[in-house]
């Protein structure tokens, strides 16, 4: 059973520009959510996608803005970025919306 | 929105001892769950225990919805066990909402 993978691991850009991360959920998983996690914070809802469409979302601006594929796969894209935006973005799994999540190993953001 | 408050903020603890971490949310939830964030960022699903209680090796959680709070228990704690253990919750019944994080308790095991 693969597990919940994202890319890239790392990465840095500078303040105004935009950012794409992906995400390939765990097999058997259709619902996919975001999570972005500040230092020394609890992750903090983006949004979620089950069957291509956005079904919640947290109170992030709409410069956050996500895709879901016919594989479940996902991405998550940042425009116009600010230094705020620099955190972990968590990418997770489940096999419904009510069902244990399961978290990648992130992909630390770093805006200068 | 709800609000989730996690005790003890921080806890050191020689290896081998006991720990009880605690969850309080602030309304009645569908969906509760615990995961621990290794020191390399790592966030690892323990249980998903909307309410009752449920064992897994060394840890075991209990959920009283009706009261409002969780309790994770750690046994015999190993060095391994380091890092953050956050208490989730949703409210919604579909999952739409997310799930809100409480602040964490950093837990440091001496050897």
């Known amino acids: 059973e693969t597990g919940v993978t994202q890319s890239p691991t790392h990465l840095i850009k500078t303040r105004g520009q935009q950012v794409t991360l992906r995400c390939s959920s765990q097999?058997?998983?259709?619902?996919v959510s975001w999570y972005q996690q500040a230092l020394g914070q609890g992750p903090q809802f983006i949004f979620q996608?089950?069957?291509?469409?956005?079904?919640g979302r947290g109170n992030f601006p709409p410069r956050f803005s996500g895709l879901q594929f016919p594989n479940y796969s996902s991405e998550l894209n940042v425009n116009a970025l600010e230094l705020d935006d620099s955190a972990l973005y968590l990418c997770?799994?489940?096999?419904?919306?009510?069902?244990?999540?399961?978290f990648g190993n992130g992909t630390r953001l770093t805006v200068t | 929105g709800i609000q989730v408050e996690q005790s003890p903020p921080d806890l050191i603890l020689q290896e081998g001892a006991n720990s009880t971490l605690r969850c309080n949310f602030s309304?009645?939830?569908?969906?509760l769950q615990w995961f621990h964030q290794n020191p390399w960022g790592q966030l690892i699903n323990l249980f998903y225990?909307?309410?009752g209680t449920k064992q897994n090796g060394r840890l075991s959680a209990t959920t009283v919805a009706t009261e409002r709070y969780s309790l994770l228990y750690i046994s015999s704690s190993q060095t391994t066990d380091s890092g953050v253990y956050f208490c989730?919750?949703?409210?919604?019944?579909?999952?739409?909402?997310?799930?809100?994080f409480g602040k964490g308790t950093h837990l440091i095991i001496q050897p």
């Open positions: 225990i909307p309410s």
């Open positions: 309304d009645s939830v569908n969906n």
């Open positions: 097999s058997g998983h259709n619902t």
């Open positions: 997770a799994s489940s096999a419904s919306g009510v069902s244990p999540l399961h």
């Open positions: 989730a919750v949703d409210r919604s019944g579909g999952g739409a909402d997310g799930l809100t």
């Open positions: 996608y089950y069957r291509e469409e956005e079904n």
